[in-house]
């Protein structure tokens, strides 16, 4: 058995957390002793309860503003302390401080890199100087690996690709599921278009709002599903709307395995990304997608096959949404084809296996 500790920045909701959520899951299954530290203070986001309810150990290391000399010692003393034989850290800060206090500790240390994760240059160097201190460095697709090695993040020996894997029995089709969801946010029999993420200026969620403008109407409705910093700029370009009472924002939501049944088209309008759980979770509820080709994305969508992948640009996001709101028998052959490749491809179980396999890998 081991005694692996997972660290976060926050258990704010983000797709590093649902990673590090799902994976703890896993080790826990298989025998292994798994909790979680924070790096922030309180109060806690809500993936704190989520880690909780699974029966992870939830606990937090503070980091004090800027630079913290002293959140590496104190780290590695809670470490020590609860007889740590790996710790995993997940993005930028905690690869700053948790790989040095893996080490004191006499600890593995594995990291893993979400996205491109854009930073100063002060910052990177720090960074790459974290990475010297990993056992192994791992990217979630082959296209965060590319980016890796042109930003030079990590040792060309230590770097490995694991693709995010994900519980996908929760999103399994669920006629009920969707018939209470659309009562719920009042969708009536539209045709949706559905996005779940982060509000922020990456997610572009205000690309997605103007390119849907010419589609909307009392039959195509859009869902937005999220919270974030992001918000006051998707709540203009929704007040910029002739109509804006055909989009629905319900906020930060934990119940998504849920709302996404009341979607017929999943959409996505990022600048950039890693490789985004939510869209393999999609295709898994039967979804087609239309993303920009930005990031892992590419590897995620068959192109014309599970959906359509488009540039970052309105009128190209636009008119591949109105392909499937015009054909919606090709969106639900799209949708089936979809769930039948995200469970080919993304086994929650393979994930785990292999990370596992790199752990044991870094401590002999």
Not at 109 to 131: E, Q, Y
């Given at each position: 058995?081991?005694?692996?500790?997972?660290?976060?920045s926050?258990?704010?909701?983000?797709?590093?957390e649902?990673?590090?959520?799902?994976?703890?899951i896993?080790?826990?299954?298989?025998?292994?002793?798994?909790?979680?530290?924070?790096?922030?203070?309180?109060?806690?986001?809500?993936?704190?309860?989520?880690?909780?309810?699974?029966?992870?150990?939830?606990?937090?290391?503070?980091?004090?503003?800027?630079?913290?000399?002293?959140?590496?010692?104190?780290?590695?003393?809670?470490?020590?302390?609860?007889?740590?034989?790996?710790?995993?850290?997940?993005?930028?800060?905690?690869?700053?401080?948790?790989?040095?206090?893996?080490?004191?500790?006499?600890?593995?240390?594995?990291?893993?890199?979400?996205?491109?994760?854009?930073?100063?240059?002060?910052h990177?160097?720090?960074?790459?100087?974290?990475?010297?201190?990993?056992?192994?460095?791992?990217?979630?697709?082959?296209?965060?690996?590319?980016?890796?090695?042109?930003?030079?993040?990590a040792?060309?020996?230590?770097?490995?690709?694991?693709?995010?894997?994900?519980?996908?029995?929760?999103?399994?089709?669920?006629?009920?599921?969707?018939a209470?969801?659309?009562?719920?946010?009042?969708?009536?029999?539209?045709?949706?278009?559905?996005?779940?993420?982060?509000?922020?200026?990456?997610?572009?969620?205000?690309?997605?709002?103007?390119?849907?403008?010419?589609?909307?109407?009392?039959?195509?409705?859009?869902?937005?599903?999220?919270?974030?910093?992001?918000?006051?700029?998707?709540?203009r370009a929704?007040?910029?709307?002739?109509?804006?009472?055909?989009v629905?924002?319900?906020?930060?939501?934990?119940?998504?395995?849920?709302?996404?049944?009341?979607?017929?088209?999943?959409?996505?309008?990022?600048?950039?990304?890693?490789?985004?759980?939510?869209?393999?979770?999609?295709?898994?509820?039967?979804?087609?997608?239309?993303?920009?080709?930005?990031?892992?994305?590419?590897?995620?969508?068959?192109?014309?096959?599970?959906?359509?992948?488009?540039?970052?640009?309105?009128?190209?996001?636009?008119?591949?949404?109105?392909?499937?709101?015009?054909?919606?028998?090709?969106?639900?052959?799209?949708?089936?084809?979809?769930?039948?490749?995200?469970?080919?491809?993304?086994?929650h179980?393979?994930?785990?296996?292999?990370?596992?396999?790199?752990?044991?890998?870094?401590?002999?």
């Amino acid at each position: 058995m081991l005694s692996i500790v997972h660290v976060l920045s926050s258990y704010g909701v983000g797709g590093q957390e649902r990673v590090a959520l799902d994976l703890a899951i896993g080790q826990k299954q298989r025998g292994h002793d798994v909790s979680v530290l924070s790096l922030a203070a309180e109060p806690d986001g809500a993936m704190a309860a989520e880690f909780a309810q699974a029966g992870i150990s939830v606990g937090r290391v503070v980091k004090h503003g800027g630079l913290d000399p002293t959140l590496v010692p104190r780290l590695a003393r809670e470490l020590r302390r609860r007889k740590v034989d790996v710790v995993h850290t997940h993005n930028p800060l905690p690869l700053i401080y948790g790989a040095p206090a893996a080490r004191l500790a006499g600890a593995a240390a594995i990291h893993t890199k979400h996205g491109v994760n854009p930073g100063s240059r002060g910052h990177r160097m720090l960074r790459r100087a974290a990475a010297q201190l990993t056992h192994a460095f791992v990217a979630v697709s082959d296209t965060t690996e590319i980016q890796a090695r042109k930003q030079r993040d990590a040792p060309l020996a230590r770097l490995h690709t694991i693709p995010n894997g994900i519980r996908l029995d929760r999103y399994a089709p669920d006629p009920e599921a969707r018939a209470a969801a659309r009562v719920e946010l009042g969708l009536g029999d539209a045709w949706v278009i559905g996005t779940v993420g982060r509000l922020d200026d990456f997610k572009n969620q205000s690309l997605l709002v103007r390119a849907m403008a010419p589609h909307l109407s009392s039959t195509v409705r859009l869902v937005i599903v999220g919270d974030g910093e992001g918000r006051p700029d998707v709540e203009r370009a929704i007040a910029a709307l002739p109509d804006p009472r055909w989009v629905v924002m319900t906020g930060r939501r934990m119940d998504v395995p849920k709302l996404v049944h009341a979607f017929d088209v999943f959409a996505l309008s990022s600048k950039s990304e890693g490789l985004p759980l939510v869209v393999p979770e999609a295709m898994a509820a039967s979804l087609p997608i239309v993303a920009t080709a930005v990031g892992g994305l590419p590897s995620v969508v068959d192109e014309g096959v599970t959906g359509f992948l488009v540039p970052v640009d309105e009128a190209a996001l636009s008119a591949a949404l109105g392909t499937l709101i015009g054909d919606h028998e090709r969106a639900r052959a799209m949708g089936v084809k979809g769930r039948e490749i995200a469970l080919a491809r993304y086994s929650h179980d393979r994930m785990v296996d292999a990370y596992l396999a790199l752990y044991h890998q870094a401590r002999e």
